[in-house]
């Protein structure tokens, strides 16, 4: 990054301290003064006594080539001290956004807002993505909502919503409108939340933890160009027993909400009526509307009359009857009769 200067500021060397915690007061008001621009700057020199007016401008006067970690290192001093002794959490991101690009340009007070505002706690959030979310609900269930409101909000939301789904259910609409509510997290919500995670990490180091790595080679395999089949098979050699569970993952039932019209239409010709109407018990509303909207419209009635009549149903028949429609699914897709899509993914018209 460029070093920054003013102009009119003397020649001379800045002589001030590499560490910019070691900078006296006198250097870092100076510093705050020049990135404020002059009528700002007037303002603030109105305010001073004689003595602190002379000593302020006669260090302004002997600065240049004012490197950028100094004036990080200043505002974000002048920042945490004036929220200790005013009382006020501080201004709103946007408004400091607008204000630092006036006074330092975009790229210096990014890094500035960075510091204050906390985004350096995202690359220790990124640690905690490949836990379970079980894991992960556990250790913030005990945290006052606005606090697992912030925590969720830093993770991507597939994993948010997973570890939505296994927090205790009487709380979960809380938690959800406080994220919803989410725009501005003051300083010290964000320090509260870098403790959590460093706690998080810190048992990540002292004990084991669940890693969902059998979903996660399941949807590693799916992506994968080429033949899949092929790689199943390594896979057999190595380790016969964990293929079955791993194939039943990347065949999950949920894929049936991302396949075409088309494919759809091709399984449904495989499938019967009565096996849809156990299958279809309870199941995600993504999933029933791609199966119901393939049907023709006589069919879909047939099929709706179908589902009110059978009732509840055991949920392991629904697992039993879901298992052997993705079996005949499996078998279409190996014979090269559909073209299945097994994960998420951005189509072209």
């Not at 004036?71 to 009382?87: H, M, P």
Request: one cysteine or more.
């Amino acid at each position: 990054m460029e070093e920054t200067s003013k102009p009119g500021a003397s020649a001379a060397s800045a002589n001030l301290p590499a560490d910019p915690a070691a900078m006296t007061p006198v250097q870092q008001a100076a510093i705050l003064l020049l990135c404020m621009g002059e009528e700002p700057a007037a303002g603030v020199l109105r305010c001073l006594s004689r003595e602190e007016l002379l000593a302020v401008t006669q260090e302004m006067s002997g600065l240049s080539g004012i490197k950028v970690d100094a004036v990080k290192g200043a505002i974000q001093k002048f920042f945490d001290e004036y929220r200790e002794q005013s009382g006020v959490h501080g201004a709103s991101r946007s408004f400091l956004k607008r204000s630092l690009d006036l006074a330092l340009g975009s790229d210096i007070a990014n890094s500035v807002l960075d510091n204050i505002y906390g985004d350096a706690i995202r690359p220790k959030m990124a640690r905690l993505q490949w836990v379970s979310p079980q894991w992960l609900a556990d250790r913030i269930a005990s945290e006052h909502v606005r606090m697992q409101a912030v925590f969720l909000a830093f993770l991507p939301p597939a994993l948010a919503g997973q570890v939505v789904e296994v927090l205790p259910e009487e709380n979960r609409d809380r938690v959800l409108v406080n994220i919803a509510r989410l725009k501005d997290v003051d300083r010290d919500l964000l320090l509260e939340l870098e403790e959590l995670v460093n706690r998080c990490l810190e048992s990540l180091h002292t004990q084991s933890t669940a890693v969902e790595g059998m979903q996660q080679t399941a949807d590693i395999i799916n992506r994968l160009p080429g033949d899949r089949a092929r790689m199943i098979e390594l896979l057999r050699a190595h380790d016969p027993d964990i293929v079955g569970e791993i194939e039943a993952r990347m065949y999950d039932f949920f894929v049936l909400s991302r396949q075409t019209e088309t494919v759809l239409m091709r399984i449904a010709e495989e499938v019967a009526l009565e096996q849809w109407a156990i299958a279809l018990k309870g199941a995600e509303p993504a999933v029933r509307e791609a199966i119901v909207q393939t049907m023709p419209r006589r069919q879909a009635q047939s099929f709706e009359d179908m589902m009110r009549r059978s009732g509840p149903v055991p949920k392991s028949r629904v697992e039993e009857v879901r298992r052997e429609i993705m079996a005949q699914v499996k078998a279409l897709a190996d014979a090269g009769e559909i073209d299945l899509q097994l994960f998420p993914e951005e189509v072209v018209e």
